[in-house]
């Protein structure tokens, strides 16, 4: 051991050094496809690594353990040390392991269970469910059976039915390289989204590189074309892409003829504020996309000078180019109407299992004269499909847009008993309460920071008979529901959902029943 001025020994360093081999074996998996294995005092973590695997395992960075919760999970014991490993070789294989469909699995962004097969991703995540309750709940509460199998999804691939791509500085879109924000993967394929999505990624990509439209470079802060949204819904197969770029006037200190300058094969417009409202070749785009795309139905542009890196609608101009402002989706017997900004659940199939289950859970115990709030209730997905039976469905959002769309979706429908409120749910809610008296039943579908105390209190209060909680983070849930059952609630049923294969991502539908 070494020792410091002054005859003090200093503390032992790590026992492993970057760039040295060593031999693992794997004993959990972390979030975003992380095996961890523990040497003496020192965490491993090997993206892509299997638990029951034995891997060789090359050492790439070593510093101290910071000790984080990764989502959660614990780590075997206190390790003092902390190494980010790839493996070189598995010396043995888990018999979970798959061969990964597409090309860009490791180093794309989008999905980090491919190498899993998928009977194993759907243990996993019940798994992981179970565990999630059993940080904040007692044992009692969680008996080894009180969470379901999880429900796969209908579809193992092709199944997303929105992208959101960012421009590469050469023009074609791409997704984030695994743990960048920075760098990015042209789009080859991607087994999640469907192939027309993928087409119209490279459609687009091959418009942009041939018109030499320069896609937003980060470093430099210059460039044009920033996000592509491609949306399809599953139903009515309607397609819509959506570009972002700044104002074509970032164009302009371009050489003459270049496209800022150019007028060849631009729609028209009618703006005449100096180019601003005109994307530059947008007919010969229109032209690519309707010549392989028949399920085309909304081509939108949005030029957006503000310098967020997140598609916003907000602040923009909004043109369509081609076709409609929205596309359709049917769920459950119902129409959707999708705009550009609207949420909606990813995997529409899977959509429809939730609210099957959500309508299951309310049924058992709704009467005619109910009253169910449907909270967080984005474009009344839920409220809409549980209307038909109760009194009166009143839902909380915070999104005014969404909360438009809410309207003119039950319009559409033709159901009359929903009223939908903007705001934020912890502030309305009692409003809501006062208006129309208390929630006989609450549906609340949260973002992924949960509820939280504020909001689960009320619920509380309000002494519905049942609730029905639909949750994309198992933590927060595991959070609120620790603050919901001393409020006189039992946990029914705990029923994960899988919306996300070949992801960590896990829905779960849990049901609460008043217990007094
Ligand atoms: C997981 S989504 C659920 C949407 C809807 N239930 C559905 O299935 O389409 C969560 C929704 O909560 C909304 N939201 C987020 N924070 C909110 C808040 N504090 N109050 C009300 N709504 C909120 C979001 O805009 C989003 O529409």
């Not at 924000?181 to 789009?187: D, N, R, T």
């Not at 300058?261 to 994307?279: I, R, V, W």
């Not at 049917?330 to 999708?338: D, E, K, S, V």
């Not at 519905?464 to 006189?488: K, M, Q, T, W």
């Amino acid at each position: 051991m070494s020792t410091r001025p002054g005859g003090q020994a200093a503390p032992p360093g790590p026992a492993v050094q970057a760039g040295e081999e060593v031999t693992l074996t794997i004993t959990q998996l972390a979030p975003s496809g992380l095996g961890l294995g523990q040497r003496s005092e020192v965490c491993f973590l090997v993206p892509f690594a299997l638990p029951g695997e034995e891997v060789v395992a090359g050492v790439e960075r070593v510093s101290r353990a910071r000790h984080r919760r990764r989502s959660g999970q614990p780590r075997p014991a206190t390790p003092r040390w902390e190494a980010t490993a790839r493996v070189v070789s598995i010396v043995k294989s888990s018999p979970d392991r798959a061969v990964p469909a597409c090309r860009h699995f490791g180093s794309c962004g989008g999905c980090a269970w491919q190498h899993q097969a998928y009977r194993a991703q759907l243990e996993r995540k019940r798994a992981l469910v179970r565990s999630a309750l059993l940080q904040v709940l007692r044992e009692a509460t969680v008996p080894p059976d009180l969470v379901e199998p999880v429900i796969p999804s209908l579809a193992e691939w092709h199944y997303r039915n929105k992208l959101e791509l960012t421009f590469s500085p050469g023009g074609r879109p791409g997704f984030h390289r695994r743990g960048s924000f920075k760098s990015l993967i042209e789009v080859e394929e991607c087994h999640l989204a469907t192939p027309e999505m993928v087409k119209a990624a490279r459609v687009v990509g091959d418009w942009a590189v041939a018109h030499g439209l320069p896609g937003y470079d980060k470093a430099k802060n210059q460039g044009f074309l920033r996000h592509l949204v491609v949306r399809q819904a599953y139903h009515t197969e309607e397609l819509m892409v959506a570009l972002e770029t700044f104002p074509p006037s970032v164009l302009r200190s371009r050489e003459p003829g270049d496209p800022g300058e150019a007028g060849s094969g631009q729609a028209t417009a009618g703006g005449d504020d100096e180019g601003q409202s005109t994307l530059p070749f947008a007919g010969d785009l229109v032209e690519r996309l309707r010549a392989c795309l028949p399920q085309l139905t909304s081509l939108l542009w949005l030029s957006n000078p503000s310098p967020s890196d997140v598609v916003k609608v907000e602040g923009s101009r909004l043109q369509v180019l081609y076709g409609r402002e929205f596309i359709e989706e049917r769920l459950a017997g119902l129409t959707f109407r999708l705009e550009l900004p609207t949420f909606f659940q990813t995997n529409t199939r899977q959509a429809e299992t939730l609210l099957y289950l959500a309508r299951e859970a309310l049924a058992a115990d709704a009467r005619p004269t109910d009253l169910l709030f449907d909270l967080y209730c984005g474009v009344g997905t839920f409220g809409l499909a549980l209307a038909r039976g109760l009194r009166l469905v009143v839902g909380i959002e915070l999104v005014e847009s969404a909360v438009a769309a809410a309207s003119a979706n039950a319009a559409r429908n033709g159901i009359d008993n929903v009223v939908f409120l903007a705001g934020e749910v912890r502030r309305v809610f009692d409003q809501a309460v006062a208006r129309f008296g208390p929630p006989d039943l609450i549906l609340l579908d949260p973002p992924r920071a949960g509820a939280g105390s504020k909001v689960i209190r009320r619920l509380g209060r309000a002494e519905p008979r049942r609730i029905v909680y639909v949750s994309c983070n198992p933590h927060s849930l595991a959070a609120d529901l620790a603050e919901l059952l001393p409020a006189g609630y039992h946990i029914t049923r705990v029923q994960p959902v899988d919306l996300f294969p070949h992801t960590d991502h896990v829905e779960t539908v849990v049901t609460l029943t008043r217990s007094h």
